[in-house]
């Protein structure tokens, strides 16, 4: 498996739904970071969370970082059409550059 | 700030002709990396420049690619010759300090190789 990669490779959920992802990694890491990815665009920072964190927020966003059992999970609460994208964990071993996941496709339904 | 820029934003070419991608990262940015991210492979990293240096460029496939910094503010990634599995979506990134920072990505070129 890869450094970092998330679970599952696809969810789909109804608007208003909460939608959770998860990534997992091998090796330990500087930080950790979540990205969304829309069709056809470059992908867009979330959030950054560092190995003495466990859990960050940011709006309708929650990480948590389990370093113990090398795993993080991205929440997002109430979940809107505009959520649909693709969404890729990066972790960063330390002296090491970003690897990022294969991702995490979201669908949304109204 | 306009974010990164790249350009072109679509290349179609035909195997064996030269490309050149090109990157304007965020202005104070000492970090840019660029990527290439396919439907087999996910998102790749080629290589990645600190204040105008290679510091890694492992993920460079083979000798037909090349890459230059020649100030802070431009970038080049160079295909020579192209071949058709060289299709994919190529982006360019920046990030403020070090390699492990936030990095903003540009909107990428789609480049295919017929």
């Known amino acids: 498996s890869q450094q970092g990669e998330e679970d599952p490779q696809a969810l789909s959920i109804q608007e208003g739904e909460n939608a959770t992802m998860n990534c997992s990694y091998k090796t330990s890491i500087n930080n950790l970071q979540w990205y969304r990815q829309n069709s056809g665009r470059g992908l867009v920072h979330l959030i950054l969370i560092r190995s003495n964190e466990r859990e960050k927020h940011s709006g309708r966003l929650r990480v948590t970082l389990d370093t113990s059992k090398k795993s993080s999970s991205l929440l997002i609460t109430a979940s809107r059409a505009a959520d649909t994208a693709s969404y890729f964990c990066?972790?960063?071993?330390?002296?090491?550059?970003?690897?990022f996941g294969p991702g995490t496709r979201l669908s949304v339904l109204p | 700030d306009a974010g990164v820029i790249q350009s072109p934003r679509h290349e179609v070419t035909e195997m064996g002709q030269e490309v050149t991608l090109r990157c304007k990262p965020i202005?104070?940015?000492?970090?840019l990396f660029w990527y290439r991210q396919t439907m087999m492979r996910g998102l790749e990293l080629l290589i990645y420049f600190n204040n105008n240096v290679p510091i890694d460029d492992s993920g460079m496939p083979e000798d037909r690619f090349s890459a230059k910094m020649p100030n802070a503010s431009f970038s080049t990634l160079k295909i020579q010759p192209s071949e058709p599995r060289d299709s994919a979506v190529y982006f360019c990134a920046s990030s403020l300090v070090q390699s492990t920072d936030t990095q903003y990505f540009g909107p990428g070129t789609r480049l295919t190789v017929l």
């Open positions: 990066a972790t960063a071993p330390y002296g090491q550059n970003f690897v």
């Open positions: 202005s104070g940015h000492n970090s």
